[in-house]
């Protein structure tokens, strides 16, 4: 069974600039949601996305956006890139909205 | 408006000790709670969870949790800590019936020989 993964695992942009990072769920999982992890703090929820739909946001800007794919995988795209955006993107992968959540190993963004 | 607090940010135990990591939660009902660990580099690994009943939940690696509605509190523990638990915990909680995850600020844990 594969897990969640995540591409790229480190990524250095610079303000203004656009990112798109990437998500494959495991196997059988049909819900994603995106976390932003900065320093030193836990991780925050952006979206989700359920069987190609967005399924609820958190408090970020439109300028964070998403899509899932029919195989379930899904991207994470942010648009004018700022430099508070520069942290730690965990993607989580769960079954019809099932309670436990199986998280990949993170995308860390910088931008300078 | 829901939200998890972990009131310590660093905590320094002896191998061999025993743990207690806390965890306080405001939700407006009993809302889902987990444990998350992360190592270094690594995503989140899940440790527990609380849905309902039985109030004492057993995790991997020789964790337990004891919720406490009383008090608001979901503190995780461990008997004898050894040096691989060295990493930074997370308490999360999620409305019943939803499962976007709020989590608190994170303890670091580390362990002295």
């Known amino acids: 069974e594969t897990g969640v993964t995540q591409s790229p695992t480190h990524l250095i942009k610079t303000r203004g600039q656009q990112v798109t990072l990437r998500c494959s769920s495991q196997?059988?999982?049909?819900?994603v949601s995106w976390y932003q992890q900065a320093l030193g703090q836990g991780p925050q929820f952006i979206f989700q996305?359920?069987?190609?739909?967005?399924?609820g946001r958190g408090n970020f800007p439109p300028r964070f956006s998403g899509l899932q794919f029919p195989n379930y995988s899904s991207e994470l795209n942010v648009n004018a890139l700022e430099l508070d955006d520069s942290a730690l993107y965990l993607c989580?992968?769960?079954?019809?909205?099932?309670?436990?959540?199986?998280f990949g190993p993170g995308t860390r963004l910088t931008v300078t | 408006a829901q939200s998890v607090t972990q009131p310590d940010i660093h905590i320094t135990v002896s191998e061999g000790a025993s743990l207690e990591l806390r965890c306080n939660y405001s939700?407006?009902?009993?809302?889902?709670l987990f444990w998350y660990v992360q190592s270094p580099g690594q995503g989140l690994q899940l440790l527990l969870k609380?849905?309902?009943?039985?109030?004492l939940v057993q995790g991997i690696k020789g964790f337990e949790a004891e919720f406490k509605r009383s008090q608001s509190s979901f503190n995780l523990r461990k008997p004898s800590v050894h040096w691989s638990d060295a990493a930074e915990y997370f308490c999360?909680?999620?409305?019943?019936?939803?499962?976007?995850?709020?989590f608190g600020t994170g303890t670091q844990l580390k362990v002295e020989l």
């Open positions: 989580a992968s769960s079954f019809e909205g099932a309670y436990e959540q199986y």
């Open positions: 196997s059988g999982h049909n819900t």
């Open positions: 996305y359920y069987r190609e739909e967005e399924n």
């Open positions: 939700y407006g009902a009993t809302p889902y």
């Open positions: 609380y849905f309902s009943g039985d109030t």
């Open positions: 999360a909680g999620a409305r019943g019936g939803g499962n976007k995850l709020t």
